[in-house]
């Protein structure tokens, strides 16, 4: 599976950003997906996860009514809508892919495919 995250950019605190993160493969709808960002000096964290069918989801707490994940499996994207965007946010984003047969899960080293991250700068 090879991924593409797209929409990152520059805006001001308050305001949103929609990331995309966009797959191969006709098997994308079996992967579960995440979310995850990493701030200059920071560790990496997960920040949001969806299992196969989009039933299952989950949220870091820093985001957690602010932020949405999504799937659209017949467009093979992952979605993160970004509202109420703070400083603290700002970070590179990355997509990923869990490793396959596993159908919803937080942990990191259970990804297996990751894209090559988006940038977020949210200005004060």
């Known amino acids: 599976v090879q991924l593409q995250a797209l929409g990152g950019g520059l805006v001001q605190a308050g305001g949103s950003l929609r990331l995309s993160c966009v797959g191969s493969g006709r098997t994308f709808s079996s992967y579960a997906m995440g979310w995850f960002r990493q701030a200059p000096g920071k560790e990496r964290e997960s920040v949001a996860a969806i299992g196969w069918s989009g039933g299952s989801t989950y949220y870091a707490d820093s985001v957690k009514g602010r932020f949405t994940i999504s799937r659209d499996s017949a467009k093979n994207t992952v979605y993160l809508q970004m509202n109420s965007l703070r400083p603290e946010d700002t970070a590179v984003y990355y997509c990923?892919?869990?490793?396959?047969?596993?159908?919803?899960?937080?942990?990191?080293?259970?990804?297996?495919?990751w894209g090559q991250g988006t940038e977020v700068t949210v200005s004060s």
């Open positions: 990923a892919a869990a490793r396959e047969g596993v159908p919803f899960t937080t942990h990191d080293v259970l990804y297996d495919y």
